[in-house]
């Protein structure tokens, strides 16, 4: 099945909706970590909004757990991406809406509700963080999904270290699935698909910037356009006309559907990986 949810949305500047005059195909947004030498205002980056939800209880107090024995706030951003990380890579029905409660009810997220969650963490401890968006192509959903060709916006987190911002996005596929994608990957010999680059990072060091999508070691992964830095998704979809197409009851239904379409591919591929483990148990 091809989703394609801006099929009626033409680019900005081009009333035909061609890409390549805005985003020219393999051309990296030059901007996409423009602005991660500049701390800026740090104070504005720990605010609240309706989707994070910083002053529940439950996320008080999932950071408190979290954090609380941690002596740093680099150890206490690492904690919480790896528990971000653990959550299984997944698709809610709505991920423009998706508060850190929805996140945590469902137990799963993808690029833009596990960073919803991920920043709600950062900021309910006292770390300045926010949410960038840029378009990438579609090719690291290759093997889960057909979005009919059309890019895709991607949400990561940045979040701010001894004055310096960085930036990743390596907490949005799990475990099991990242190793069940690379293993395709190079079996089929590609370098995107399964939601996935297959140099893409899974891990985080806490003092540079790690992705898992694209990969700045190869140029044609990189993003399309940087869209700038937000507190949340809906935030964004409501402020930039070019993406508030999304936000339509039609668009909201083809994402549903979608939806599940990625939950019932992502689970056999996890389920695939364990597979010749239990035969050769067997055996």
Not at 15 to 44: I, K, W
Not at 48 to 53: A, G, I, K, R, V
Not at 204 to 214: A, E, I, L, T, V
């Amino acid at each position: 099945m091809s989703l394609d949810f801006y099929s009626d949305r033409a680019l900005p500047g081009d009333s035909a909706g061609r890409m390549d005059s805005q985003f020219g195909h393999s051309q990296p947004a030059p901007s996409y970590l423009g602005t991660l030498s500049d701390p800026g205002d740090a104070e504005r980056w720990l605010v609240n909004t309706p989707l994070l939800e910083l002053e529940h209880p439950k996320i008080r107090l999932l950071a408190t757990r979290l954090t609380q024995l941690k002596a740093t706030p680099r150890l206490r951003a690492l904690s919480c991406f790896s528990y971000i990380r653990s959550l299984p890579f997944g698709c809610i029905a709505d991920s423009t809406g998706a508060s850190s409660l929805n996140v945590l009810r469902h137990g799963m997220g993808d690029c833009h509700s596990k960073s919803t969650l991920m920043i709600a963490l950062l900021r309910a401890a006292g770390i300045p963080s926010r949410m960038r968006f840029v378009t990438l192509k579609p090719d690291f959903l290759h093997g889960i999904i057909d979005t009919g060709g059309a890019p895709l916006e991607h949400a990561y987190t940045e979040l701010l270290l001894d004055d310096q911002w960085l930036a990743l996005d390596s907490y949005v596929v799990d475990l099991k699935l990242a190793i069940a994608a690379r293993s395709l990957l190079q079996k089929e010999g590609r370098t995107m698909g399964y939601g996935m680059h297959v140099d893409g990072a899974i891990t985080w060091d806490g003092n540079s910037n790690s992705f898992g999508q694209f990969t700045p070691g190869d140029p044609g992964s990189l993003p399309l356009h940087d869209w700038g830095a937000f507190d949340d998704p809906y935030q964004f979809y409501t402020s930039v006309p070019y993406v508030q197409a999304r936000l339509k009851w039609s668009a909201r239904v083809k994402w549903m559907v979608g939806a599940r379409l990625v939950n019932r591919k992502v689970q056999a591929l996890r389920e695939d990986l364990v597979r010749p483990a239990r035969r050769k148990k067997a055996a």
